[in-house]
C-alpha cells in the first residue's frame, strides 16, 4: 500500500509546477526577459486553474475521502502540465474536467449538510466551471476572468463562513450577506467589473465582521498567524473591489493589472500563506509547527504588492516590473519557509 | 487504568489550529469508550468539506497513544453525523469566541 503522502505529493507537485510556469508567465507580461511568449497568453489559467485550482481541488478530495474526487486535481494538474507544453485547448478541456469533478464533490457535501456556506462553495465551484467551459469554447481567457475570480472569492467566504458558526449567533448574519453577494453573482454574470467591485468591497466588509479572526487575533502563536494573513488579505481585498470601481467595460490596462493583482496576489495568496500551515499537516500527514519566521514571507508579499500597486497607479513601468518580480521572491521565500519548516521537524 | 476523564483531558491537547481551541471544547469528541481490547474515541466534524478530519484524528490518536503508553490499541474514528451544533461548545470555548457569559 502507497502512504498518503506518497499518493498526494504528485498532484501537489504537478500544482506547483503551474505556479512556478505561472510566474515565470506573470514575469514575461511585465518585461523581463524569460522567454515564452506562448506561456505569457496563459498567465491567469496557469495560476488560477492549475495552480490554485488543483490546490484547491486536492483539499476538498482530501476532506471528502472518496476516491473519484481525486480526480479534480489530477485532471486540473494534467491541464496545467498542457498548457505548459503549449497545448491550450487540450488544456482547457483538462481544466474543465477536472472543475466538474470539483462541482460533483461540491454537490456531494450540499447532500449531506444543507447549509448556506456549503451553498456559496458550491457556487464557487459552479462559477469555476462556467469560466473553464467559456475558455474551452474559444473564448478569450479576459472573458472568464469574473468566473474564475468569483470562484476563489466564494471559495474562501464559504469556508469562512462556515468557521464564523463558533462565533455568537446573530440573527441578520444571513440576511446580511445575501446582498453583498448578489450583486458579486450579478457582476459575475454580466462581465462587469465595477459590479462586480462593488459586490467584492461589500462582501470583505461583510467577512471582516463576521469572521472569527476577530477573536483569533487576540490568541497567540499559528493561530494568530492566521489572522493576520486573513486580515491583511481582507485589507487587499477591499482594494481591488475599490479599484473595479473605477474599470470600464473591456478595460485591461493598468489599473485592470492592479485591481486583479491586488485580488490574487494580495488575497488569494495571503490567504495560501495562512492557510498552508493548518492544511499541510491535514493533507500530507507531516507537521508544520509554527515559527515567528512564518511572518516573513507574508511581509515581503505585502511589501511587493504595495510596490507594484504604486508602480501600476502612477505608471512607473519599472516600479511595476520590480514588484512583479519580488511578488516572485516572496512566493518563492513562503515555498523554502515552509520546506525548511516540515524537514526540520522530520529530523526531530 | 485510564478513565474517560483522562483520555478526556489528553484530546485537549489536540488544537484546532483554525479557532485556536482544543477539540474537546469545541465538541468534537462524540463518544470516549474503553474496552478491554482498547480504547475508541468517536469525532465528528463541522461539515464533510472540512479537510482537517484527517489532521485532527491522527493528532487525536497520537495523544491517546502517548497517555495510555501505549499498553493498549487505541482507535479514532471520525462520524458522518451527528451533525456539529454551536451548543456542542463548552462555556469556555464560547467565552474565548466572545459568546456573552
Known amino acids: 500500500m502507497i502512504s498518503v503522502t506518497a499518493r498526494r505529493l504528485p498532484l501537489l507537485m504537478a500544482g506547483a509546477l503551474s505556479l512556478a510556469a505561472g510566474i515565470i508567465a506573470g514575469e514575461g507580461r511585465l518585461g523581463w526577459p524569460v522567454g515564452g511568449a506562448d506561456l505569457a497568453l496563459v498567465h491567469g489559467p496557469l495560476m488560477i486553474c492549475g495552480f490554485f485550482g488543483t490546490v484547491i481541488g486536492l483539499e476538498r478530495a482530501v476532506a471528502l475521502g472518496k476516491a473519484w474526487g481525486y480526480g479534480s486535481p489530477l485532471f486540473t494538474a494534467l491541464g496545467g502540465v498542457a498548457l505548459i507544453a503549449g497545448h491550450p485547448w487540450a488544456g482547457a478541456v483538462l481544466l474543465l474536467a477536472g472543475s466538474l469533478v470539483f462541482v460533483a464533490m461540491s454537490l456531494a457535501v450540499i447532500l449531506r449538510q444543507r447549509e448556506i456556506f456549503t451553498t456559496v462553495l458550491g457556487l464557487g465551484g459552479l462559477a469555476w466551471a462556467a469560466g473553464n467551459l467559456l475558455w474551452s469554447l474559444g473564448g478569450d481567457a479576459a472573458g472568464s476572468v469574473p468566473l474564475w475570480a468569483a470562484f476563489l472569492v466564494l471559495t474562501i467566504a464559504g469556508e469562512r463562513l462556515e468557521l464564523s458558526r463558533f462565533l455568537p449567533p446573530w440573527r441578520w448574519r444571513t440576511p446580511t450577506l445575501l446582498p453583498p453577494l448578489l450583486v458579486l453573482l450579478a457582476g459575475m454574470g454580466l462581465g462587469s467589473w465595477p459590479v462586480f467591485g462593488a459586490g467584492l468591497a461589500l462582501l470583505t466588509l461583510w467577512s471582516v465582521v463576521n469572521d472569527v479572526v476577530r477573536r483569533t487575533i487576540r490568541q497567540a502563536g499559528l493561530t494568530r498567524y492566521v489572522a493576520v494573513c486573513l486580515l491583511s488579505g481582507y485589507a487587499w481585498a477591499l482594494a481591488a473591489g475599490l479599484l473595479m470601481l473605477r474599470l470600464s467595460p473591456g478595460e485591461t490596462g493598468i489599473v485592470y493589472d492592479a485591481a486583479l493583482h491586488a485580488l490574487f496576489v494580495g488575497f488569494v495568496f495571503a490567504m495560501v500563506f495562512g492557510h498552508a500551515p493548518v492544511i499541510l499537516p491535514a493533507v500530507l500527514r507531516v507537521a508544520v509547527p509554527y515559527k515567528p519566521v512564518f511572518y516573513l514571507p507574508l511581509a515581503a508579499l505585502h511589501a511587493s504588492l504595495g510596490l507594484r500597486m504604486a508602480g501600476d497607479l502612477a505608471d512607473i513601468h519599472a516600479v511595476r516590473q520590480w514588484g512583479g518580480m519580488l511578488n516572485a521572491v516572496a512566493i518563492a521565500l513562503f515555498i523554502v519557509t515552509m520546506l525548511v519548516t516540515v524537514l526540520r521537524a522530520r529530523k526531530r | ?101
Not at chain 2, 10 to 15: E, Y
Not at chain 2, 18 to 44: Q, S, T, W
Not at chain 2, 72 to 88: H, I, Y
Request: aromatic share 4%.
Open chain 2, 1 to 101: 487504568m485510564l478513565t474517560q476523564d483522562d483520555i478526556r483531558e489528553a484530546l485537549r491537547q489536540v488544537i484546532d489550529p483554525d479557532v485556536g481551541v482544543n477539540i474537546v471544547d469545541l465538541g468534537l469528541v462524540e463518544d470516549i469508550r474503553i474496552a478491554p481490547e482498547g480504547i475508541y474515541v468517536d469525532l465528528i466534524m463541522t461539515t464533510p468539506a472540512c479537510p482537517q478530519s484527517a489532521y485532527l484524528s491522527d493528532e487525536s490518536e497520537r495523544v491517546v497513544r502517548a497517555a495510555a503508553k501505549d499498553a493498549v490499541g487505541v482507535s479514532v474514528a471520525v462520524l458522518d453525523s451527528p451533525f456539529w451544533e454551536p451548543s456542542r461548545m463548552s462555556a469556555s470555548a464560547k467565552s474565548i469566541m466572545g459568546w456573552p457569559g
